[in-house]
């Protein structure tokens, strides 16, 4: 009897040992991870902090992408404390509209180590954030987000 016992325990417990290193992507967690101090400020913090806009901005020049907007994207892992790591660049895109879905990716921005290494050096300065809750408790998670803006005279008004 005490062996039935102990192998439905270890049945039961595998699978939160297993898991206490997973790291979870956090559009599909029920509570995803927060910026504490509001989307619009997370977007200026991206702002202030990539150092890579004025070299984006010659290269889509020179390959006569203006008049739309330049979405940079990239990765980051905030641990269940609400620290930043694991960030890395995972590339560029275009779009005509501010809030389009459909985003046409930019070949021509071959060196993604240098803007890996811009993104990795964003990341070092970011705050803590409110980790990602699963069943109540704080979780790893893997946010993807991008820093946009437009190459041109005059955006668009919509």
Known sequence: MRIIVFAVLQLFSAPVF??????YEARYLQIPPVYPFGTDS???FYFTHFKGIDSV???TGINGDTAKYIRVYFSFVID???SVSDAYF???GSTQYPKNITVKTLKYFTATGYYDQL???MMTHM???KPALLNGRPVDSRMNDYLQFWVGTAPPHN
């Open 57 to 59: 901005l010659y290269k």
């Open 127 to 129: 705050p803590l954030w």
């Open 90 to 92: 995972e590339k560029m």
């Open 80 to 82: 269940k404390y609400g």
């Open 42 to 44: 997370c977007q200026r």
């Open 18 to 23: 297993s898991q206490a290193n997973k790291v």
């Open 119 to 121: 993104i990795k050096k």
